[in-house]
């Protein structure tokens, strides 16, 4: 059982460069969510999915996109990074419906925008 | 959720108890208390979580006051492992959506 996985552990970017983030969990959980942290900061939302084909926006949805077409899968797109865009970013996933309030964390992707 | 209050950080020796206050006292009747810990940057790892009566688990023990308004995190028995950031979250939402603070920073020395 992996539980949450997220790939890469590490990137570099250049300003103006695209690309995605991806997360998975094999736990069937309905929610997912993305959040970055800054450093000395706590984690801060940014998207979420609480079902395949919906998703929704956190604190910090601006400058990402998200997607949910499967239950497995709940991939970040950043269009055009942006300097401010580096972070940690940790994916997380939770299922009420099998009676766990608790969230499983990815061990999260370390995002330099230069 | 409600706003979580927490010390910005802690010393704890080895081997005794570390006890985490968290003020909430705007919590509302229907939001738990959950704490999470995270290590040395890696993702956060759930703690354990409560409405009302205290709970305890294999980590740690919660006691949430009778008002609601506030509650401790106790590890029992602190060891050099458990240095971390502790965060504290009241919310309705099911490790949904979780609006972390900026926690407490525990320091267990030997």
């Known amino acids: 059982n992996a539980g949450v996985t997220q790939t890469p552990k590490f990137q570099v970017l250049k300003t103006g460069q695209s690309m995605t983030l991806q997360c998975a969990q094999d736990?069937?959980?309905?929610?997912m969510s993305w959040y970055r942290q800054d450093p000395g900061m706590g984690l801060r939302l940014i998207h979420y999915?609480?079902?395949?084909?919906?998703?929704d926006q956190g604190e910090v949805p601006n400058g990402y996109n998200v997607s949910r077409s499967t239950t497995e899968d709940f991939p970040l797109r950043l269009l055009s990074a942006a300097p401010s865009q580096t972070s940690v970013y940790f994916c997380a996933s939770s299922s009420p419906g099998q009676g766990n309030t608790e969230a499983f964390f990815g061990q999260g992707t370390r995002l330099t925008v230069v | 959720d409600a706003k979580t209050t927490q010390p910005t950080s802690m010393d704890c020796a080895e081997g005794r108890a570390a006890n985490l206050p968290c003020n909430h006292s705007?919590?509302?009747?229907?939001?738990?208390v959950y704490w999470y810990r995270q290590i040395h940057s890696q993702g956060p790892q759930y703690i354990i979580h409560?409405?009302?009566n205290n709970e305890t688990n294999e980590m740690a023990s919660l006691i949430i006051t009778e008002d609601r308004k506030s509650s401790t995190l106790i590890l029992p028995h602190a060891t050099l492992r458990d240095t971390a950031v502790y965060y504290c979250?009241?919310?309705?939402?099911?490790?949904?959506?979780?609006?972390f603070g900026a926690g407490t920073i525990l320091r267990v020395k030997s």
């Open positions: 409560g409405l009302k």
């Open positions: 705007t919590i509302s009747g229907n939001e738990y």
């Open positions: 999915s609480v079902g395949a084909g919906i998703t």
């Open positions: 979250i009241a919310t309705m939402e099911y490790g949904n959506k979780l609006v």
């Open positions: 736990m069937n959980h309905e929610y």
